[in-house]
């Protein structure tokens, strides 16, 4: 099975953020344990008594907000370049998927529903082209604490049920 491990950045409904950005990391279900070793090891620097409280993310890292404000900027820098690092060693039937979408140039659409449909679709797409290869894994999309939880999931039950504008889901969303 591949798991795709799925989150946002920014708000739909806020007219103060210009883009709405989806992505996620597509990975083989055995691969989530060792990923997960070695982030938790960069975590450590941050909270070494309870790394798995660490949340990996960019802007905050970057910017030192929250529990990253303490941190040189360098030693954040160098965790995102560790973090990304991490992905590149990892085994090359992993994959990022990302949508990112200006809301202003879809409107009146819901950034939302655009942006899963297109992480969704090629998602599907991928494990399409392994099935043909031989490989013949199914997978399923695991997201973060979201607010757009109902949403995501209704929009899923379409996707596999009547579609999406590109067809059905076939593979994914299991």
């Given at each position: 099975m591949y798991l795709l491990y799925a989150d946002e950045s920014g708000t739909s409904s806020d007219a103060g953020q210009e883009?709405?950005?989806l992505a996620g990391l597509c990975l083989f279900e055995r691969q989530g344990?060792?990923?997960g070793q070695e982030l938790d090891k960069i975590a450590s620097r941050f909270d070494p008594a309870d790394p798995?409280?660490?949340e990996l993310h960019g802007n905050p890292m970057k910017s030192g907000k929250g529990i990253f404000r303490r941190?040189?900027?360098?030693?954040?820098?160098?965790?995102i370049i560790d973090a990304l690092a991490v992905l590149k060693r990892s085994h090359p039937s992993n994959r990022v998927f990302a949508a990112a979408v200006r809301k202003s140039v879809i409107s009146p659409d819901d950034p939302v529903e655009h942006c899963f449909e297109q992480l969704a679709s090629r998602f599907d797409h991928y494990?399409?082209?392994?099935?043909k290869s031989g490989?013949?894994?199914r997978g399923i999309i695991i997201f973060d604490k979201s607010t757009y939880e109902t949403t995501i999931q209704a929009l899923a039950t379409d996707f596999r049920t009547i579609g999406h504008r590109?067809?059905?889901i076939r593979k994914g969303l299991e």
């Open positions: 883009y709405f950005v344990f060792w990923i798995s409280s660490v941190f040189p900027k360098e030693d954040r820098i160098n965790a494990l399409g082209r392994l099935h490989d013949t894994q590109w067809g059905l």
